[in-house]
């Protein structure tokens, strides 16, 4: 059955704003040549979305630069603002962007342990108040969040945890409740991370692909045929409770310190180091960083040295290197208890893919996802590609703000739909985004 008239406007609005998001400004010409359709209906659209206040003209295009078909369209960047928070345990980071997902404003706040309930989240919605002030938004038309713990798939709100700070759970309805003409959503912050990798990260050519977080917690992000799986209570991906050999003792329902977080968590990650010689030059990723660039140096000069007869190290003229041995163990050691996760994962869900995501991730690089791949090989028939993040700890914040931006456009951009005030309290529980590559 063919379209309706106004179905098939629909359908034609959203293409073209969807090619003027992607390609950048374009002229008539150039989206009536991509988008197939004709030029009174190219011309109709046009007029459309001008007078709805979501495109206009951003220049002009050609050798003689005048005319009708020399104008170029843009989508306006300022019809709406969106917030992104990247909200951890120690502190809270928060970007806002415009309409196209350009960053206008950033900034973050540490939030120390020691800080009560109420001052902590002042800070952070003061700090939202401020990046938005400083942006030039007026208001805030979307905010995205990403938290660490459990995420109500009914409701969209933070669930109980012994394990979280109790600002995290006053902070988003206090904010709701500065912000209420804002759509407030809540997600956990691996399944951001997940969603900024296969958009602009190691995950891009992937559908299926498992992004593990590695940083002060573990947690992992699983998405199968595109599709983020959440599980019947938001947990999949809780790896942190996995019980694992290696661990002292057995995970418990309020307490993951026996399960894979007790061999992977930044703390155990600068304890290993500690293990094997490492000095660790700051915490978590630092120890991590400090020893693959001693391992890589190590490489480099020995090439070096096959390749030139220069002064051999020791002399005066070259310092000698530190010695990459326990560099190189520690690497070895942190890969072997990595590789005791990953496997678990690989023989449940066949990925074929596996990211090391977080800053603990991105500081072993290579040299780590090289040697968890490496033990992987040999202890599943199932092949799987470990690779390094590319955003690292940023992940978080720039899934928020990819979700934010989706789902204000998806809402902007659908005629009837646009600028609608929710009520105070609300929030959005829009599902992983159906377009992974827009």
Same mark, same amino acid.
């Given at each position: ?25 374009? %002229? ?26 979501? @495109?206009?003209?951003?220049? =002009? ?25 990247? *909200? ?6 928060? #970007? ?25 989240? =002042? ?7 401020? *990046? ?16 660490? !713990?459990? @995420? ?20 988003? /309805? ?14 956990? =912050? ?11 990260? /190691? ?88 020893? *693959?660039?001693?391992?890589?140096? /190590? *490489? ?6 096959? #390749? ?32 005791? !996760? ?21 500081? !072993? ?19 799987? =590609? ?6 690292? !700890? ?8 990819? %979700? ?9 951009? %659908? ?24």
């Amino acid at each position: 059955m063919p379209a309706s008239p106004s179905t098939a406007r629909v359908i034609n609005d959203r293409l073209a704003l969807r090619l003027l998001q992607q390609e950048g400004p374009l %002229t008539a010409g150039q989206l009536k040549q991509l988008t197939g359709l004709s030029r009174p209906t190219v011309a109709d659209l046009v007029e459309r979305l001008t007078a709805a206040g979501l @495109i206009a003209v951003v220049g =002009e295009a050609g050798e003689q630069r005048r005319g009708p078909n020399a104008k170029v369209f843009g989508i306006v960047a300022d019809r709406a603002h969106l917030a992104a928070l990247d *909200v951890r345990t120690e502190g809270v980071a928060v #970007a806002v962007a415009d309409l196209v997902g350009r960053v206008l404003a950033e900034a973050a706040v540490p939030i120390g342990g020691d800080t009560g309930t109420g001052p902590a989240v =002042e800070q952070a919605v003061t700090l939202v108040e401020q *990046v938005a002030k400083e942006s030039g938004a007026d208001r805030l038309h979307t905010v995205g969040i990403g938290a660490p !713990g459990l @995420i109500d798939p009914s409701s969209g709100e933070l669930r109980d945890s012994t394990g979280l700070p109790e600002w995290h759970r006053r902070f988003v /309805a206090t904010l709701q409740e500065r912000l209420p003409e804002a759509r407030v959503s809540v997600e956990n =912050e691996t399944n951001l991370a997940a969603l900024a990798e296969q958009r602009d990260g /190691a995950a891009r050519d992937r559908d299926t692909f498992v992004l593990l977080w590695l940083g002060h917690g573990t947690g992992a992000a699983v998405v199968l045929d595109g599709a983020l799986r959440r599980g019947a209570s938001g947990g999949t991906g809780e790896i942190g409770f996995l019980p694992v050999p290696g661990a002292t003792a057995l995970p418990s329902s309020t307490d993951c310190e026996g399960g894979f977080h007790s061999l992977a968590s930044s703390a155990a990650v600068v304890e290993l180091a500690a293990q094997h010689g490492v000095p660790a030059q700051s915490p978590e990723a630092g120890v991590v960083r400090a020893a *693959v660039d001693v391992v890589r140096g /190590a *490489v480099v000069q020995v090439r070096e040295e096959e #390749a030139s007869t220069g002064p051999a190290p020791g002399s005066s003229e070259a310092p000698p290197p530190a010695d990459p041995a326990p560099a190189a163990r520690f690497l070895d050691a942190l890969a072997d208890r990595l590789a005791v !996760g990953v496997a678990s994962v690989v023989a449940i869900l066949d990925p074929g893919c596996v990211v090391l995501g977080g800053e603990v991730g991105q500081a !072993g690089g290579e040299e780590l996802a090289a040697r968890v791949q490496d033990r992987i090989a040999r202890m599943t028939p199932l092949p799987t =590609e470990v690779r390094t993040t590319t955003l690292g !700890g940023g992940a978080v914040l720039r899934g928020a703000l990819l %979700t934010a931006r989706d789902r204000a456009q998806e809402e902007l951009f %659908t005629p009837g739909k646009r600028l609608p005030q929710p009520s105070p309290g609300r929030q959005d529980t829009t599902p992983w985004p159906s377009h992974p590559g827009a």
